[in-house]
């Protein structure tokens, strides 16, 4: 088992070229981690799901042991580079066994969005835990039957929200709850970049659930509600498509929403696969304001507010993300912000009233 010294000389490379971290040094003599570890297979051995194991490596509290994926070659090359055993691996065919394996606890789910409801529900039912990639499902109805397969299992349901666990996200979030900004007023969410290859699972609809608004879209409707600190309740949007050949039907290109919350908080948001330079959140209230640039990106997240620049730990965020999940799965500790199923099926409902107001033209109601 490695230690936290590791972990922490881990986190300070990721952080090259920034100072050392006022709590990362604090914590550099402490004791090495020795409590309970959450035994984590990755399913999708994809360029998110690499990122996820390449960070894992520098977690103490969960630890990558078991593969599913569609291709031996991947397979072969991960037991290798991250010592795992073959009892630990899987074909799509034959994951239902893992229920037989006592040595797995959870699978994290990284394939495209089309397929996370079947591969949840199917980890559920092999009595796993289940840790579930961005957007949960490619609708609200897919999420609820997650949502209810894992109640029903006795497992946990986790959605793969990273910035959940970001210091300067969850500064801003601390300064909002404390008062700091007086009474919020606005929110504005820029979630976008432009796709490649159009012939990737992104571009088509029955595995995506949809276009940009699924991707990255969601950023900007999760980060409005825990910047708002509210939930919305009504949506007007607004599509435009330049390129319907790339964005054939049901595959969004760009998407401009409005949200509107209980106290009165208007929200501006666009979410586009069109263009770059897009990943920023800006919070305004009558007191001071607070601003993320990037917002949401693999980071280093800069942020500032109407005191100044904030100076919070710069941090792998796969790596904060995966001990904190652990944390909750293991140890029934809670998230800064939810990141459980329920909190993944009201994203799943924004965007389908935000598709039917740019289908219909006109301001949906939300009932979360
Ligand atoms: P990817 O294309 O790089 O990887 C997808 C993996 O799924 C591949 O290994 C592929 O072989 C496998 N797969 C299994 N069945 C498949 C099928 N029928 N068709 C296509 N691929 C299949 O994609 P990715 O970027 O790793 O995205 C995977 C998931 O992770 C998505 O839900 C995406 O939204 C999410 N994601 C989240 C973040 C984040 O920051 N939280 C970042 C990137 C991706």
Sequence with gaps: MQTRRDFLQKLGASAAGLPLLPYLSEQAGAAPY?????RVAIMGLGGYGTRVAEAMQA??????????S?????????????????????SYENFDKIKDN????????????????????????????????????????????????CKKAGVKLLVGYRMHFEPHTVEIIRMRKAGEFGKIQFFQGLSGFKIGDP??????KKLAGGGSMMDI???????SRYMVGEDPIWVTAQETKTDPV???????????FQLGFPSGVTASCLSTYAFNYLDRFYLVGEKGFAELNPSTGY?????????????????????????????????????????DGEEGVKDLKIIDAIYEAARSGKKVEIRL
């Excluded at 020795?34 to 959450?38: E, F, I, M, N, Q």
Aim: aromatic share 4%; hydrophobic share 35%; glycine share 10%.
């Design 299 to 339: 980071g280093p997240i800069r942020g500032r507010t109407h005191k100044g620049e904030l100076n919070q730990p710069v941090v792998t965020h796969q790596t904060l993300q995966m001990d904190s999940m652990a944390g909750i799965i293991l140890q029934g500790k809670e998230a800064p912000v939810p990141v």
């Design 59 to 68: 977690c103490k509290m969960a630890k990558l042991v078991g593969v599913v």
């Design 199 to 204: 012939t990737q699972w992104r571009l088509n």
């Design 70 to 90: 569609g291709t031996p070659a991947k397979i072969e090359a991960w037991k290798t580079k991250y010592g795992i055993p073959d009892k630990n691996c899987y």
């Design 217 to 223: 879209g969601v950023y900007s409707i999760n980060g």
């Design 34 to 38: 020795d409590g309970p570890v959450l």
């Design 102 to 149: 006592p040595d797995i606890d959870a699978v994290y789910v990284i394939t495209p969005n089309g397929l996370h409801r079947e591969h949840v529900i199917r980890t559920a039912k092999a009595g796993k835990h289940a840790i579930c990639e961005k957007p949960m499902a490619v609708n609200a109805k897919e999420g609820q039957e997650m949502v209810d397969a």
């Design 246 to 256: 790339k964005f054939k039907e049901g595959v969004d290109e760009t998407i401009t």
